[in-house]
């Protein structure tokens, strides 16, 4: 009967002493963190994106298009 008692009491310990160090652990990553990367990198993205695509309509393609024009003029 000894045996069984202290048998009970050695798994009730470790089932303790497992779910303290699981409580008290501070390592890993909550879903708070993962969300707020990816709202920041969905911000930078569009920012980047949105710049982008500002460079290309105002000073590229019309660029672009007139040194085609200037290309194919054969007048001189």
């Known amino acids: ?3 069984l008692i202290n048998s009970i009491k050695n ?3 470790s089932a303790v002493i497992s779910a303290r160090t699981a409580i008290e652990s ?4 909550g879903y708070i963190d993962t969300g707020v990367k990816i ?9 980047l ?3 982008l ?3 290309f309509n105002t000073t590229i393609i ?3 298009t007139s040194k085609i024009a200037q290309m194919f003029n054969y007048a001189g």
């Not at 501070?26 to 990553?29: D, F, L, Q």
């Not at 709202?39 to 920012?47: L, M, Y």
């Open 1 to 3: 009967m000894k045996k």
């Open 11 to 13: 798994k009730f310990n």
């Open 26 to 29: 501070t390592s890993g990553e």
């Open 39 to 47: 709202i920041i990198g969905v911000v930078i993205g569009g920012v």
């Open 49 to 51: 994106l949105a710049g």
């Open 53 to 55: 695509y500002a460079l």
């Open 62 to 64: 019309p660029t672009l």
